[in-house]
C-alpha cells in the first residue's frame, strides 16, 4: 500500500478552517464579507455565548439558485475570480472559495438561500462536513448562514477559544468595522438574545459613526480629505490630545476593506507622536484609496492584514496629510477663539540676521497686503488650508517669543495659545526651499578653496563620481582628478562649510548607488540633493534671541510648506487656549 494518500475533502477543509476561521469573530467576517459580495443592502448578524454556541448572518443579497449552493460548498468553489491575475483587480471581498466549506467542516451548518427568479429556497444542513439533507425551504431573496457549535467536530480547537466575554468583543468590533467600511449598507447586531446595536442605511461615514459609537464621538471627530496621484485619503480622525489607551478606535481600511496595516497605523501614530502622550493610541476611521494592484491583500489567509507595494510613500503621504490637517485645526481653532491683536506683537524688525547671509528679508509688501487677508480669516472664511502666504505671514507675525528649551523648541505666545518651533526641523526647511531654488535657477556660487581638500573613494564610489559629476560640479563643487579613485576638491557650495565637504559628496554617491538620488529626473535629483544638503550639512546657529526667533518663524511660513521639514517632520506644534484649558 503506498504510504502517500490524498486527505479526504473532510479532512482537507478541517485543516484549512485552522487557517481561515480562527475564531468566532474570522466566521462572522467571512459571512459579511459575502452578504456584501452578494449584493446586500441590510445584513443581520446575530451570535451566543461568545460565538460558540451560535453564530448567524442573515441578508438580502442576490441569494443562490440550488445548483450554486451545492457548488459554493466545495473546496475552491468561488464565483469571484478564475484566474490569479483576477486577484491584483478583485472588486470584491471573498475570491478564495475557501470559507463556506470550511466553516460547514467545523460546525453544525445550515445553509437557507432563495435566488431572485426562484420561487423556493433551497435550505442545505451539514454537520461537521458531513451533508445531512438539500431540500426545499421558504424564504425571501437572499441568505442565511448559521453555524452552531463551533468546532464541535475538532475538540482541540475548541479549547483555544478565549472566554465568552473575549470572543464577543472581537465579534462586535468585527461587525462594526464592516459597518464603518459600508454606511450605506444597514447592520444589526444580536448579541444573546438583545439587540447590540442597529443602524439603518447611513448616508455619511459620520452619520454610521454616530450610530456605532454615539453623536458625540462623531462631533468630535474631525474629517480628513486629501489626494496625490494615486493616493487617496478620507476618513475622521480624532482631535489632538484625545487619545484612547487601546488601539480599539484606530481603524484603517484599504480600498474599502477593514485591514490591520502596520504601514498604515506606524504612519497614524507618527503623525500624533507630538499631539498625544507617550502610549496613548490616536482615533482614527481612516479610509486609502490606491490602486489594487499595489496592495498585496494575500499575505494572510484570513485577508486582514495588508501589504503595500510602496510602503515608504504610503507611509509618507498619510504622515503629510494627517499633520496637514491637525495643523489647520490648530489654526482654525484659534482663530475662533482669540481675537487677533490690532498691532502685531513683538517682531519690530523682520530681522534678515537669521544666519542666511545676504538672504532677502520678507519681502515688506506682504504685511499690508495681508491685512485684509488676515480680516477675512477672522471673520470665518477661508480656513488655514486656502488662506494664502500673505495671511499666513501675518499670522505668524503675532507670535512673540518667550524662550527655548533644551536648546532646540523655540517657545511663543501666540493670540490663541502657544507654539512649540522645533528649531532644527524649521531650519532644514528653510534651507531646504532656498537651495532648492537656487538648483532651479542654476546658479549655484562655489567657493575656492585656498587648500584643496582630499578626496579617497572606494572603485565603485569613484566610478558613479566620474559619472555624475557634471551634476555635482553644476552645484557649486570643482573636483579634480588626482590619480585612480583619487580626487581633489578644489571648490564647494558658498553656503557649505568646507569641513563637510567630503562627507556631503560621500553621502551624494551612496545615494546615486542605491538609487535614492537618479540623475535620470533633473528636478527630483535636485530636490533630494537639497534634502541631503538641508538635513546633514546646513549647520543649526547657536540659539540667540527674540528677534532672531521670531524672524526664524517668519521664514518658516514664507516657504511654500511650512508645516513640515522636508523629511516630513513637523516643523512646530500648536496648542491652542482651550486645549490648555482642557488639559488643566
Ligand atoms: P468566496 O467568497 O471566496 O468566493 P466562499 O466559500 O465564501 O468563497 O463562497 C463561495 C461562493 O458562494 C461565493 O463565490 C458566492 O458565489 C457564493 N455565496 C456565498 N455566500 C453568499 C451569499 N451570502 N449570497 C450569495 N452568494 C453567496
Ligand atoms: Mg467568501
Sequence with gaps: MPKIHILPERVANQIAAGEVVERPAAVIKELIENSLDAGATRIEVEFRQGGRELLRVEDNGCGMSREDALLALERHATSKIAETADIDRLATFGFRGEALPSIASVSSFTLQTRAENEDVGTEIRIEGGKQIHVRDCGRPVGTSVEAARLFHPVPARRKFLKTDATEAGHLVQCVRLYALACPRVAFTLIEDGRVAFRSPQCETLAERVGEIFGSQMAERMIPIEAGEPGLRLSGLIGRPGEGRSTRHELMTFVNGRPVDSRALSFALRESYRD???????????????????????????????????????????????????????GTEAGSAIAPIPARPAGLGEPAAAYGFAGSPPVAPGAVPAALPAEAATRSGQPSAATEGVAAREARVRTWRFLGIAHNLYALFETPSGIVLLDRRAAHERIWFERLKGQFAAGRVPGQRLLLPLPLELEPVAAAILLDSRPFIEAHGFEIADFGANFFRIEAVPQWMEPAYAESFIKDVLGELRDGRLALGNLDLARDELARLAASRVVRLPAASGASEMESLAVQLFATESPLASPAGRPTFIEIDRAELARRF
Design 275 to 329: 499631539s498625544l502622550p507617550e502610549g496613548r493610541y490616536p482615533r482614527a476611521i481612516l479610509f486609502l484609496a490606491c490602486d489594487p494592484a499595489d496592495v498585496d491583500v494575500n499575505v494572510h489567509p484570513a485577508k486582514r492584514e495588508v501589504r503595500f507595494r510602496r510602503e515608504q510613500q504610503v507611509r509618507g503621504f498619510v504622515i503629510r496629510c494627517v499633520l496637514e490637517r491637525l495643523r489647520e485645526l
